[in-house]
């Protein structure tokens, strides 16, 4: 099918631009930078816009949306942003809807049927959902007036959050030669913004960069010993009387700690995390944003694209892994302009939980060499899961992805695009009726199709490969004949099992170099995560302005102290010293333990960085398959260096 063609670039006087400003969204005058940036995509030009937390990024883009011929595509990695700015542009009048896993098949279907007939102007969706065949057929016949891809720093692999899905949207967005984009982004340092405006070909003149300095935000650092620090944040809170605050953290125990001490010390504070049902994360998120709940103690997945400009205080519990996280976090505050308070309480005996995760992402030689030779093995076009995949080699679904990913940038593998592997089909009648209609050859074909099934009590699940072995046909003539089915009313069909199909690139590649690269790769990448978790230990020891270090990190140079920090407020010359207790030791009884579990021979534990991952507490696929986060010895070690547990572990597994 043929793509609608790209709209030209649009003839949109500035008096529509302010007049819709003001009627729609409510606003007298734009922020700084943001009028830039809405004339240079309503010229038709593609276009960066790297503004800190708060300074207005979403107006950007949901502007032109209004004035626009065609649809606004939104790219999120985060679900929070959808929900708020869907329903807040909703509140507006604004035809919006979201595409994400919180939506059932039915809703799901609805957004898209809709979307096909043209009736979205923006549409907020996840970068997976491109490899979702449903989404993909339904977007080649909409035409897409803006394509913004919001947390942009996700494509860079030097950036502190890279996600490998996000390196396809510049490939996707030239493939249906979308003119209009708008990288949206708050924490990129040069770097990073170079490389995305190469990936989305943006020239200097159409790249936007606002000020980082938060003048109105009072950032603060407290060292402490961690046994100090519950009774400094409840001290702080209760002292300063900072309402609305949020608490961030780094693992969900905490949370539920930290939350449950609060709530004790008669504060109105809730948790928040990814372990929550999504039902109780709303409500939580909901009562915030209501001012219900005067406290959020949450994890990282907290805040991304929650519009509260009333937030009066940040604080980190924890060490942030990043810089590029601090300064977006702390940006939630103080939106309104009023003062807000940043304070990090930093101890070092958070550095041994956050360094034993950047190690634990890293998956084992043996896992990549087994991923690799089974690719390998799958002949010139084949399907697979990543999901399944993920399961069978033990390695998280993300590094999954970058595998995948460098594999089609090598050339190895080529990318055709999302299949379902089964079909879920219902009956409007019986099978014998339906089959009835048709002629007798064409019944043969049929009966055999329906056969290969399984018959369920909630319908037939249908798998194409086993149907294509049935009846001997191709796949296309399957999907084909369910849809046409489907069409005329015989049955309804639920689509099931994504798959990703692909072709091999280039051949005669050995396993053993393609797995020594993947291991450098990752190698690479552990070590520039704990470059970047220095560099916040680094900035929290620093005698110096905060303000004037944290803005020089991406690039922007401060005149003359902030004069509100820690430092400015307490000058000193000698660097902070940030409070450490001592790292424990493997004990005979940890040893003992570890031949206990050695000694069960499980599966998932078979290697000693996989065995090592679970002594420290962190999850795999294996792990979570097996149910061991139960078992009694799951983060025993969690206190321990990984590369500590890890010698360990090889020595013994050896012997």
């Given at each position: 099918m043929p793509m609608p063609p790209q709209p030209p670039p649009a003839v949109i006087p500035r008096e529509s631009v302010l007049a819709c400003l003001r009627e729609t969204f409510g606003h007298a005058t734009f922020r700084d930078g943001q009028e830039k940036v809405i004339h240079s995509l309503l010229d038709g030009h593609a276009t960066m816009a790297i503004f800190p937390t708060g300074a207005g990024k979403s107006l950007c883009y949901q502007l032109p949306a209004v004035l626009?011929?065609?649809?606004?595509?939104?790219?999120?990695?985060?679900?929070?942003?959808?929900?708020?700015?869907?329903?807040?542009?909703?509140?507006?009048?604004?035809?919006?809807?979201?595409?994400?896993?919180?939506?059932?098949?039915?809703?799901?279907?609805?957004?898209?049927?809709?979307?096909?007939?043209?009736?979205?102007?923006?549409?907020?969706?996840?970068?997976?959902?491109f490899g979702n065949p449903l989404f993909?057929?339904?977007?080649?016949?909409?035409?897409?007036?803006?394509?913004?891809?919001?947390?942009?720093?996700?494509?860079?692999?030097w950036g502190h959050n890279f996600r490998p899905d996000y390196l396809r949207l510049a490939s996707i967005a030239r493939r249906y030669k979308w003119r209009r984009v708008l990288a949206l982004t708050a924490t990129a340092v040069p770097q990073v913004a170079k490389e995305i405006a190469g990936t989305f070909r943006i020239t200097k003149h159409h790249r936007f960069t606002n000020s980082f300095v938060r003048s109105n935000l009072a950032l603060q650092i407290t060292p402490c010993k961690a046994a100090d620090r519950l009774e400094l944040l409840t001290e702080s809170l209760r002292t300063k009387a900072l309402t609305p605050a949020i608490v961030y953290v780094t693992q969900q125990?905490?949370?539920?700690?930290?939350?449950?001490?609060?709530?004790?010390?008669?504060?109105?504070?809730?948790?928040?995390?990814?372990?929550?049902?999504?039902?109780?994360?709303?409500?939580?998120?909901?009562?915030?944003?209501?001012?219900?709940?005067?406290?959020?103690?949450a994890t990282i997945a907290f805040g991304m694209g929650i519009d509260k400009a009333n937030i009066r205080a940040v604080y980190h519990f924890n060490l942030p892994k990043t810089l590029e996280n601090y300064q977006q976090e702390i940006g939630r505050s103080g939106r309104d302009g009023n003062p807000a308070h940043c304070e990090m309480f930093a101890c070092g005996d958070d550095l041994t939980v956050l360094r034993n995760f950047i190690h634990g992402d890293t998956p084992t030689p043996q896992a990549l060499r087994q991923l690799v030779d089974a690719l390998l093995r799958l002949g010139t076009e084949f399907e697979v899961s990543h999901y399944d995949l993920s399961r069978a080699n033990d390695v998280r679904t993300a590094v999954l992805e970058?595998?995948?990913?460098?594999?089609?940038?090598?050339?190895?593998?080529?990318?055709?695009?999302?299949?379902h592997s089964e079909f879920l089909v219902k009956f409007s009648r019986s099978a014998d009726s339906t089959l009835s209609g048709f002629p007798i050859k064409q019944r043969s074909f049929l009966r055999k199709l329906f056969a290969s099934g399984d018959q369920k009590w909630y319908g037939l699940r249908l798998?194409?490969?086993?149907?294509?072995e049935a009846t001997g046909v191709r796949r296309q003539r399957i999907v084909e004949t369910l849809q046409e089915l489907a069409a005329a009313g015989e049955i309804s069909l639920q689509p099931r099992r994504v798959q990703q199909l692909y072709q091999r690139g280039e051949t005669g590649v050995e396993v053993e170099s393609v797995v020594t690269g993947l291991q450098t790769l990752f190698a690479n990448r552990e070590a520039r995560?704990?470059?970047?978790?220095?560099?916040?230990?680094?900035?929290?020891?620093?005698?110096?302005?905060?303000?004037?270090?944290?803005?020089?990190?991406?690039?922007?140079?401060?005149?003359?102290?902030?004069?509100?920090?820690?430092?400015?407020?307490?000058?000193?010359?000698?660097?902070?010293?940030?409070?450490?207790?001592?790292?424990?030791?493997?004990t005979t009884a940890d040893v003992a333990g570890i031949q206990e579990i050695i000694a069960e021979k499980q599966p998932a534990?078979?290697?000693?960085?996989?065995?090592?991952?679970?002594?420290?507490?962190?999850?795999?696929?294996?792990?979570?398959?097996?149910?061991?986060?139960?078992?009694?010895?799951?983060?025993?070690?969690?206190?321990?260096?990984?590369?500590?547990?890890?010698?360990?572990?090889?020595?013994?597994?050896?012997?």
């Open positions: 626009l011929d065609g649809m606004t595509l939104v790219v999120s990695p985060l679900l929070a942003l959808m929900k708020d700015q869907a329903e807040s542009l909703q509140r507006r009048g604004i035809a919006v809807a979201r595409l994400d896993s919180t939506l059932n098949p039915e809703e799901g279907a609805a957004v898209l049927e809709k979307m096909g007939q043209g009736e979205w102007k923006i549409l907020f969706v996840a970068p997976e959902r993909v057929k339904e977007l080649r016949r909409t035409r897409v007036s803006l394509f913004v891809v919001d947390e942009a720093h996700c494509i860079s692999e125990l905490t949370a539920e700690m930290v939350g449950t001490h609060l709530q004790r010390s008669g504060f109105s504070a809730q948790a928040y995390h990814a372990g929550l049902p999504a039902e109780h994360r709303s409500e939580v998120q909901d009562a915030f944003m209501q001012g219900r709940t005067d406290i959020i103690v970058t595998v995948f990913t460098y594999l089609e940038i090598a050339g190895i593998l080529l990318p055709q695009g999302p299949q798998s194409v490969a086993d149907a294509m995560d704990r470059e970047r978790l220095q560099q916040v230990v680094d900035f929290a020891a620093d005698p110096r302005c905060l303000t004037k270090r944290l803005v020089g990190y991406f690039g922007e140079k401060l005149a003359k102290p902030c004069g509100t920090c820690s430092s400015c407020l307490h000058p000193g010359r000698k660097p902070r010293r940030i409070p450490s207790s001592p790292i424990p030791g493997i534990l078979s290697s000693a960085r996989a065995l090592t991952r679970f002594l420290c507490g962190i999850t795999s696929p294996a792990i979570l398959r097996d149910k061991l986060t139960r078992h009694h010895h799951f983060g025993c070690l969690g206190a321990v260096p990984f590369q500590e547990v890890l010698n360990h572990t090889e020595t013994m597994i050896l012997r």
